[in-house]
């Protein structure tokens, strides 16, 4: 029973679709009408600018990381669990017919409770990818195979390394547009410089 509460747990708040609320709410606007329609800080941040999209990124973050955090306390396999849970809630939420968003940033939050020093290093090389080639999607991708290795080395073929497997597929899977739209040559970049960025 727990451990299917956990799971259930991850999945209600992972599902809080603030893409979504923020850009309708701020914006005035149905964020899915605009850009590529997804509902992540990419998105919003494309659409609706810096500000906004940083914020959902720290909220989508937040959905992977208190509950995950919280749980780990008491035992890492509900922990692994409520991830799980958080990362199919952010990628199906039911509250928009079960379209979500990419969970790279609900992700990074879930392994910043189970794993900080790898994810940290993982998220430095998101940064670094993003600033050579201005794609968010090759970025999240090659972080999260960075994610992998990072935690097989670390822990070898244990729970979390499994669970870190699973969700880099569930990444690359989310992703399947994107990497579509890189075959083409369609795939759009984000603004990158440093004052952009950073500022």
């Not at 935690?151 to 690359?172: E, R």
Request: hydrophobic residues 50%; positive net charge; glycine residues 10%.
């Amino acid at each position: 029973m727990n451990f299917i509460l956990s799971c259930l747990l991850g999945f209600t708040i992972g599902s809080i679709p603030f893409g979504y609320l923020l850009a309708k709410w701020i914006k005035k606007i149905d964020i899915r009408q605009h850009g590529s329609g997804n509902i992540g800080a990419t998105n919003v941040w494309r659409v609706c600018g810096r500000k906004l999209g940083i914020i959902v990124f720290i909220l989508d973050a937040s959905k992977g990381l208190l509950p995950v955090l919280w749980l780990s306390y008491y035992n890492i396999n509900y922990a692994l669990l409520c991830g799980i849970g958080a990362i199919l809630g952010h990628t199906f939420t039911p509250y928009l017919k079960f379209k979500g968003g990419k969970s790279v940033a609900t992700g990074l939050g879930i392994f910043i409770g189970i794993a900080p020093i790898q994810a940290i290093i993982s998220f430095g090389f998101w940064i670094l990818i993003l600033q050579i080639t201005g794609w968010v999607s090759v970025a999240s991708m090659g972080a999260s195979a960075t994610l992998v290795i990072l935690i097989f080395l670390a822990h070898h073929l244990s729970p979390i390394f499994f669970f870190t497997l699973t969700s880099f597929l569930l990444v690359v899977v989310a992703h399947r547009s994107n990497i579509k739209r890189l075959i083409q040559g369609k795939e759009p970049k984000l603004k990158t410089s440093k004052h952009h960025f950073f500022s």
